[in-house]
């Protein structure tokens, strides 16, 4: 017995008549509401006509002709081999499903997400999983979907919650003018130049107290490292987590030179000292992205400084929210979530 999502499991999909795989029969199983077996019907795949015409039995066409109602389920049983494609293409491929309603399209698309947790499950860890759906119900419609194909812990999302993550709504609403600049590509240079304009060069020697001892990294080595990630292409987060590496390893290698163990205790002793916690804050500070925009577009000569040398207009005036006109609330409900907000990379 292999898991659906195993290389092995693909046979029993894709296998036909014309193209067999090594496989003489497919067998499937029948169950009632209790999960006990009912049936079993064989389809024979080697031997058959060539044509590459593919039979349904009796079980295969009951699953494919169940009516819909109630939550989604799994259709492990009964993927068909275009469906197959689609699952197993490689993760490095962007992959958008089309069809009519009811084509399986959302099931194919669950699917394909648990054959990936399966095949490159660190990888997706790393980076981590979404689902975005259009509301709720929705949502709770497929809910049962991927635990039942042995996969939990994915994070279901609203379009809602992706433009409004902390329920605040807005309550303000853009003039065309404002939302045609916001909405440009070229408003994403204006948002990370005020982000990387929050960089500042070490102002002094560092000196960590570490083991009971002080351990002195000079200025110059200090803005050596910082030169090199900020002109670096690392995302503003992964930068300031390489500042942090690099300011470390300088200071244990000079622990080790003095003949200290420079181990991963040692690491974790230099990377809380507060010195070197005040240096990484002081040269690259934390960036929240709400913040950091509400700031940008309610501060016109702000906004003006990180759009020059952009194509972008500079006068602040048409970007910045007081510009904008109270936005009506709609009864009983939240006020409509913006989408001209920019969240600054990394």
């Known amino acids: 017995m292999v898991d659906w999502r195993a290389p092995m499991g693909s046979a029993f999909y894709q296998a036909g008549p014309g193209r067999p795989m090594g496989v003489r029969r497919r067998r499937r199983y029948g169950f009632d509401r209790d999960g006990e077996l009912t049936a079993y019907e064989d389809e024979i795949i080697e031997g058959a006509r060539g044509d590459g015409a593919r039979g349904t039995g009796a079980l295969l066409a009951a699953e494919l002709d169940r009516p819909r109602s109630g939550p989604m389920r799994d259709i492990a049983t009964s993927i068909q081999p275009e469906q197959d494609d689609i699952v197993r293409a490689p993760l490095d491929r962007t992959l958008c499903v089309q069809g009519a309603p009811g084509t399986g399209k959302t099931a194919v698309g669950l699917h394909r997400l648990a054959y990936l947790l399966y095949t490159d499950r660190e990888r997706l860890r790393r980076g981590g999983t979404v689902i975005i759906g259009p509301n709720r119900s929705f949502l709770s419609y497929i809910r049962n979907v991927l635990p039942a194909l042995g996969e939990g812990g994915v994070t279901q999302l609203t379009v809602e919650d992706v433009l409004d993550p902390d329920g605040l709504g807005v309550r303000r609403e853009d003039d065309a003018a404002a939302a045609r600049i916001k909405g440009d590509a070229r ?85 809380r000292s507060a010195a070197v916690k005040a240096a990484v804050a002081a040269m690259w500070p934390k960036a929240d992205p709400a913040k950091l925009v509400l700031g940008l577009l309610t501060d016109p000569a702000r906004l003006a400084r990180a759009a020059t040398a952009c194509s972008t207009p500079r006068s602040g005036r048409p970007c910045c929210c007081p510009a904008g006109r109270a936005a009506s609330g709609r009864p009983g409900g939240r006020s409509p979530t913006s989408r001209s907000s920019a969240r600054p990379p990394g």
């Open 187 to 271: 408003m994403a240079e204006v948002v990370r130049r005020d982000l990387y304009a929050m960089l500042r060069p070490p102002a002094g020697d560092l000196v960590a107290e570490v083991g009971g001892r002080r351990w002195r990294m000079g200025a110059d080595e200090l803005t050596e490292i910082f030169e090199e990630c900020r002109d670096g292409d690392a995302p503003y987060g992964a930068g300031r987590e390489r500042l942090t590496q690099r300011i470390v390893t300088g200071v244990v290698r000079m622990m080790e030179r003095a003949g200290k163990t420079g181990d991963g205790r040692t690491r974790g002793a230099v990377r």
